[in-house]
């Protein structure tokens, strides 16, 4: 005897382990695999494939890519692929391409409260910096404002997100040397287009609009003297020291610069929760990155265009900063007069701007008085 005890086989038990067998079994006989639908969206953005911008696009696709485990990818195409740079909203309003890549003050034509979402000048003369603005856009109500404007302001089928700050670009590049704002007055000179090329022109100086790719042949042509774009990397890129020897670091027209992904609204709503929510997060995740690149980056080309390309690097000349802040406060008054929704925006950064700079400024004025104390300043 062994000392155990046997239950006795009922035809009931004898079911039930039949039953449970059964269910074992099924569960491992291989299921045929559920293909997964995969969305695939085009976006032509306003750089070329050497930017370091459309490089951080790729990334922002890559990562919903793999966030989304191969349902969602983004292919990205350069400036010019389907339409002209300027052409590219109505291009995602009307499903040409499904999305682009630019700057809101690139619509200035259509409403000239696009350039306080990208490019506020001098920070809509408020006094915000680059990460203040972004503040305005994420806790001061801006980024509520900046959807307003597609949808019911200019109401065009597009989904906008706000997805590199790249700010602050320099004055730019000159053919010869200025001291002074007078010096600029004298010459041809390649602004951003809309309200800040408006404010260039009401301190007397010659500003003309074109798109990035049209700037370093007009300057080989002789049809400018003088061009900004965006910063040391990218203006490198295309190629802006082989014409041009002066380059000038410090400027208020682009203070603040933060380039947008449009989605074709279509397309978006298509989209089920999950995926909307992976662009949402991968937009957020590409700001940060792009921080990181524009200082690195940038700090590399400068190096570069001082030393191997023996381009001089100056200091803008000081009196153009107050001419350019006090023709920025005119000029944005006056349209503030003219266009209500304008108005709306620009009240809403300078309310927040008197909470904002008293302490974001103060508080760092640190970083300048460690920077200029610094050897590696020199």
Not at 233 to 259: E, I, N, P, R, W
Not at 305 to 312: A, G
């Amino acid at each position: 005897m062994t000392g155990k005890t046997t239950t006795p086989l009922t035809r009931r038990r004898a079911l039930g382990a039949g039953a449970v067998a059964l269910t074992t079994a099924a569960t491992l006989v291989p299921r045929p695999a559920v293909a997964q639908t995969v969305t695939r969206l085009k976006i032509q953005t306003a750089v070329p494939t050497s930017s370091i911008y459309f490089d951080l696009m790729k990334k922002f696709g890559d990562r919903c890519d793999k966030m989304s485990n191969g349902r969602l990818k983004f292919e990205m195409l350069p400036d010019g692929a389907v339409v002209n740079a300027f052409e590219m909203l109505d291009a995602v309003d009307k499903g040409v391409v499904d999305g682009g890549y630019s700057w809101t003050h690139y619509w200035s034509g259509k409403n000239t409260a696009a350039g306080l979402f990208s490019n506020p000048a001098a920070g809509a003369g408020t006094g915000m910096d680059q990460l203040s603005h972004v503040a305005w856009l994420m806790q001061g109500g801006g980024n509520a404002l900046y959807k307003k404007f597609y949808a019911d302001v200019l109401k065009l089928n597009v989904e906008p997100f706000m997805i590199q700050p790249m700010g602050p670009d320099p004055l730019g590049w000159f053919k010869a040397p200025i001291s002074s704002l007078e010096d600029m007055k004298k010459l041809k000179y390649r602004s951003p287009p809309g309200l800040v090329g408006e404010i260039f022109k009401e301190m007397g100086v010659n500003a003309v609009a074109m798109p990035g790719g049209e700037i370093v042949p007009a300057a080989q042509r002789g049809v400018i003297d003088a061009a900004e774009w965006i910063g040391p990397a990218d203006d490198m890129a295309l190629g802006f020291h082989t014409v041009f020897k002066h380059y000038y670091l410090q400027g208020l027209h682009q203070s603040t610069d933060v380039g947008e992904l449009l989605i074709n609204k279509a397309q978006w709503t298509k989209l089920p929760a999950d995926l909307k929510a992976i662009v949402e997060a991968s937009a957020m995740a590409t700001m940060m990155e792009t921080y990181s690149y524009n200082v690195q980056r940038n700090a590399v080309a400068l190096d570069r265009i001082k030393n191997e390309f023996k381009v001089t690097v100056h200091d803008t000349p000081k009196d153009i900063f107050p001419a350019f802040i006090k023709a920025t406060n005119l000029i944005y008054d006056r349209e503030a007069g003219k266009n209500p929704f304008f108005k709306e925006v620009l009240e809403s950064q300078r309310t927040f701007a008197k909470l904002i700079v008293p302490y974001w400024n103060k508080i760092n004025g640190l970083y300048y008085n460690l920077g200029i104390e610094s050897p590696n300043a020199k």
